[in-house]
C-alpha cells in the first residue's frame, strides 16, 4: 500500500471517466472510472495515515553528553525495537 498505488488508482479511473467513448450493453464505464477514483483517494488517505503513524512511532533523539570525555552521544528509540539484554 503505497501512495503512488493510490495516485495511479485515481488516474485511471480519471481515465476511464473522462477520456474513454467505449460502450458496453449493461456496462457503463464511466461509473467504473468514477468508483476507481473513489477506490483510489480511499487508498491514498490510508497511505498517508499510514506514514504518519509511522512517523510517529520514532521517540525523539535524545542527545547524552559524557561528562568524562565530553562527547555527546545520540540515541533515538523505536517503539517496536526488542528489548536491549
Request: glycine residues 8%; charged residues 20%; without cysteine.
Amino acid at each position: 500500500m503505497t501512495i503512488a498505488g493510490g495516485i495511479i488508482l485515481i488516474m485511471l479511473g480519471a481515465i476511464l471517466a473522462w477520456a474513454v467513448e467505449f460502450d458496453i450493453a449493461g456496462f457503463d464505464i464511466n461509473i467504473v472510472g468514477v468508483i476507481l477514483m473513489l477506490g483510489g483517494l480511499v487508498w491514498l488517505s490510508f497511505a498517508i495515515y499510514r506514514l504518519r503513524i509511522a512517523r510517529r512511532a520514532v521517540e525523539p533523539t535524545t542527545v547524552v553528553e559524557d561528562p568524562v570525555t565530553h562527547r555527546r552521544v545520540y540515541e533515538e528509540r523505536h517503539y517496536n525495537d526488542p528489548p536491549v539484554m
